[in-house]
């Protein structure tokens, strides 16, 4: 059984930082390059950001880019988004994904999804 749970979403103000976790199981880890996508409401699910399976490349929406770090820990089978300079723009859930396709910029290359994690940025 394949498992993505994410944590670490929570209410914050303008211009703060959160670090977003994702824990996975039931593969091996370091052969699935890992993505996070967000959905407000109203809106389509979208890329926000991407690591390759060795964490040698990493990719951004433009909308986070600068603001956002993907980073992945093989070890603890784990992928990391430290968010920065919040806006509410950024408020949605956020998902992390694994994948297998070597285009990582859009949800179809994609194979496993978590449950998703609130985040809400006030002004």
């Known amino acids: 059984q394949v498992q993505l749970v994410e944590s670490g979403g929570g209410l914050v103000q303008a211009g703060g930082s959160l670090r977003l976790s994702c824990a996975v199981s039931?593969?091996?880890?370091?052969?699935?390059?890992m993505g996070w996508f967000r959905q407000a409401p109203g809106k389509e699910r979208e890329f926000v950001a991407a690591i390759s399976r060795s964490g040698g490349s990493t990719y951004y929406a433009d909308s986070v880019k600068g603001r956002c770090t993907i980073s992945r820990d093989n070890a603890k089978n784990t992928v990391y988004l430290q968010m920065n300079s919040l806006k509410p723009e950024d408020t949605a859930i956020y998902y992390c994904a694994t994948s297998r396709s070597s285009l990582l910029l859009n949800k179809a290359g994609y194979d496993s999804w978590g449950q998703g994690t609130q985040v809400t940025v006030s002004s």
């Open positions: 039931g593969l091996t880890f370091s052969t699935y390059a």
